[in-house]
C-alpha cells in the first residue's frame, strides 16, 4: 500500500519518528526538515551526510529482515539512507549505503528492538521528495 497518510512523511527528529508498522510505500519530503544527523565520512555509508534528513522508526524482532529501497522524485540530491538503534551514538548504524539512486539497503535484525531509518542526502541543502520502499519479512 502507498502510505500518505500523517506521519508517512516521516519526522524531523527521532523522538517524534513516525512507527513503520507494516510493509508499504512511504512518500517523503525533506521540506521543513535540517540536519540533525550526519552518519560520518568513516561511517556506515562511507560518506559524510551533511544534508537534510527524515526519521522513521520500525520495531524488529530478532532475525526478522527490512529491505528498504529509497527513490528520489524531485531534484538530483545525492541520497543516503541508513538504520540507526541509537540517534544520539551514530556509531550504532546498523547498515547503511550512499550507492546511487536507488539506494537499496536489506537489514536482518541481531536483537529485537527499536531501530530508526534515517533518510539522509550527501550534502543538498535544497529540499527534495522520496519515496521509501519498505518490505519487512
Not at 42 to 68: H, K, P, S
Not at 81 to 87: A, H, N, Q, S
Not at 96 to 113: I, M, R, W
Amino acid at each position: 500500500p502507498v502510505c500518505n497518510s500523517v506521519g508517512a512523511n516521516g519526522a524531523d527528529v527521532c523522538n517524534d519518528a513516525p512507527v513503520i508498522s507494516a510493509s508499504g510505500t512511504f512518500i517523503g519530503s525533506t521540506t521543513g526538515m535540517v540536519n540533525n544527523y550526519n552518519a560520518g565520512s568513516g561511517g556506515c555509508t562511507g560518506y559524510t551526510t551533511n544534508g537534510l534528513d527524515v526519521v522513521y522508526q520500525i520495531e524488529l524482532l530478532q532475525g526478522q529482515t527490512v529491505d528498504l529501497t529509497l527513490n528520489r522524485t524531485s531534484s538530483s540530491v545525492d541520497m543516503a539512507l541508513y538504520i540507526v538503534t541509537d540517534c544520539s551514538l551514530m556509531s550504532s548504524c546498523v547498515e547503511g549505503v550512499d550507492g546511487g539512486n536507488p539506494e537499496e539497503l536489506t537489514y536482518t535484525a541481531t536483537s529485537s528492538g527499536t531501530y530508526f531509518i534515517i533518510v539522509d542526502a550527501y550534502t543538498s541543502i535544497t529540499p527534495y521528495d522520496f519515496t521509501l520502499n519498505v518490505s519487512v519479512y
